[in-house]
């Protein structure tokens, strides 16, 4: 980019609202022809219509009573979760992993934020902050601590690194008491507590 082109910095106290950036941005990209009209909302649309934990769910309920389908998730669940008809962007090598009484999984992209978007949905604000991204390498056990898990100290804790490539998500114990359902017209299994 020449010099006659760059615009001369902008306090953060003079930046247009976030959303007016976003718009430009996208406007600025379809004017260009690097993307199509129309594809940041459909993108937009997918993610937040069609992404959703209720996907991840629907697997475990499926793993839980389904001990083929458990083996099929846990050799590869990318395929597995196809079979459900679970599949997308950010999810084209997901890799299940399972707690265990000894073992408890927990992932984190160290990086920036990815996760099993089809299984998960987008991450939430604080799986892509900093201080959980540095402290569940440092410190998993007294981190989960402070967010409402107390791990016995007898169970190891396992921390997943998920990278743009290869994205991790926890198979997670059945509770005793936690309940199953079919919706009588459905293969959907509903997961609840007695
Ligand atoms: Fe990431």
Not at 77 to 89: Q, S
Not at 92 to 111: D, L, P, S
Request: net charge neutral; aromatic share 6%; charged share 20%.
């Amino acid at each position: 980019m020449s010099a006659s082109h760059q615009s001369p910095p902008v306090a953060a106290s003079e930046a247009a609202p976030v959303e007016r950036r976003v718009f430009a941005l996208r406007d600025a990209l379809v004017d260009r022809g690097l993307v199509e009209a129309g594809e940041a909302e459909a993108l937009a649309h997918h993610a937040l219509e069609e992404l959703s934990p209720a996907n991840g769910a629907r697997v475990v309920a499926r793993a839980w009573v389904d001990p083929d389908f458990r083996q099929r998730l846990l050799a590869n669940a990318t395929a597995a979760t196809k079979e459900l008809g679970i599949e997308g962007i950010e999810g084209r090598q997901m890799v299940a992993v399972e707690n265990a009484t000894a073992t408890h999984n927990v992932i984190v992209c160290t990086q920036c934020s990815c996760t099993a978007w089809p299984l998960l949905g987008l991450p939430p604000d604080w799986y892509k902050a900093a201080p959980y991204r540095a402290r569940v390498v440092r410190e998993a056990r007294v981190l989960l601590a402070e967010m409402g898990l107390q791990l016995p100290a007898a169970t190891n804790i396992r921390v997943w690194d998920t990278s743009g490539e290869t994205r991790y998500f926890v198979l997670p114990m059945r509770l005793r008491g936690q309940s199953i359902s079919r919706k009588s017209d459905s293969p959907v299994l509903l997961l609840g507590m007695r």
